[in-house]
């Protein structure tokens, strides 16, 4: 549910209390098969570059946005003892490298998770509305395998994404794969 200024999830069926990475990787499995889906949707060529170009900036917004916050209210909010300053003997370029370890790790975990929704997607029983609604089957499976395959990429490598970017230029890379079924 969205408003101007409000965002609200509920998904009561899936409610559980996990890794960070799993929101986000939710977030960014159902952005990278919105976005591989386009070409399916076209009624001419080219006329979802627009939009496509705009899912990418969502993903790095996302990211960046999230990472920045996460980084403030760390450093400003500190309630409770875990990874305070005390901890890095008050070493302030320690406790940034620990940062940046703790967001890779949370960066790593949410490509993994993005991965495994996409297969699940796919081949599970919550089939992806961007891929049903398109019409032409042959289109459609095309558009699927893109994103099977790129699902099973982030699956295994998960820690080869280093970071917003690489992700973003690896849906470029498997939107332009041609596949001849």
């Known amino acids: ?6 965002t609200k999830v509920i998904d ?16 960014f499995a159902n952005l990278a098969m919105n976005y591989l889906s386009q070409d399916g949707h076209e009624k001419l060529k080219g006329d979802r570059l627009d939009y496509k170009e705009w899912i990418l900036q969502t993903i790095d917004e996302t990211w960046n946005k999230f990472e920045s916050k996460f980084i403030d209210l760390w450093k400003n909010n500190q309630n ?10 008050n070493d302030e370029e320690k406790f940034l490298i620990e940062q940046k370890k703790y967001l890779s790790n949370i960066f ?8 495994a929704k996409i297969i699940r997607r796919i081949f599970g029983f919550a089939h992806n509305i961007d891929f049903d609604w398109i019409e032409d089957d042959k289109k ?17 490598n998960s820690k080869s994404f280093a970071n917003i970017e690489a992700l973003t230029s690896r849906l470029k890379i498997f939107d332009k794969h041609e596949i001849d079924l």
Do not use: Q, W
């Open 108 to 115: 790593n975990d949410s490509i993994g998770f993005a991965g």
């Open 12 to 27: 009561p069926e899936f409610a559980f209390y996990g890794p960070m990475g799993f929101d986000l990787g939710a977030l």
């Open 80 to 89: 409770g003892d875990a990874y305070t300053i005390n901890f890095f003997e």
């Open 140 to 156: 459609r499976a095309v558009c699927e395998l893109k994103s099977a395959k790129l699902g099973i990429e982030m699956i295994l």
């Open 1 to 6: 549910m969205c408003t101007e200024t409000d």
